[in-house]
């Protein structure tokens, strides 16, 4: 068990101290203390806390990170942003099923192109382009411009065997990003299976 600290810590000329939890981590705790006693209230330096802590797991140690956006993310049920950083840490580590648990809830809360657009990814690399195609045309539906967008449903319906519309889809970042990454090999392997049709 972690040993918890007491840290005293002057502000405006007076000291308060630290309330005690129980944080998995001591670094946790220093900086819990840090922001409760230089603002508001107990709610938000919590939450801004989670936010910081995360951040600095982002890099080095992303389980750690996974864990305190998912603390954020139940603390906070109002908010998509929680369950979209978790997800992306759970897609680093490669914990699919859970990422995509966490995206739904970030699109039931609120509408995000980036988040169902991650969906559609995940399904795809699941091998489920006929569930991931809904989801990326919603994600078209709010950013009707994305290269990346086009490339993901290029894929879903090469996937499906939707040639004429894989070739529009491929058509569209040629024309509008040309250098997007795989696009090039994308429309190759494309205009290969439309040509070896009967």
Not at 51 to 61: I, T
Not at 62 to 82: F, V
Not at 103 to 118: G, M, R, T
Not at 164 to 169: C, E, G, L, S, T
């Amino acid at each position: 068990m972690i040993e918890l600290i007491e840290i005293r810590l002057a502000v405006s000329n007076r000291t308060r101290r630290c309330r005690k939890r129980n944080f998995r981590f001591p670094t946790l705790q220093i900086l819990w203390c840090n922001w409760f006693a230089n603002s508001g209230s107990e709610k938000s330096n919590w939450e801004a806390m989670h936010v910081k802590a995360a951040e600095l797991f982002r890099s080095r140690e992303q389980g750690k990170a996974a864990a305190e956006y998912r603390a954020l993310a139940i603390a906070s049920e109002i908010n998509p942003s929680p369950y979209i950083f978790l997800a992306d840490m759970l897609i680093r580590l490669q914990q699919f099923d859970e990422a995509l648990a966490a995206l739904k809830k970030a699109v039931a809360i609120e509408p995000n192109a980036a988040a169902y657009q991650q969906i559609g990814r995940i399904l795809l690399l699941q091998k489920q382009p006929s569930l991931a195609l809904p989801y990326l045309q919603q994600a078209l539906q709010l950013q009707p411009d994305n290269p990346g967008l086009y490339f993901d449903l290029a894929r879903t319906w090469f996937l499906q065997g939707d040639l004429p519309r894989a070739n529009q889809a491929i058509q569209f970042v040629l024309q509008n990003a040309p250098d997007f990454p795989n696009a090039q090999q994308l429309a190759h392997i494309i205009t290969s299976a439309i040509e070896q049709q009967p």
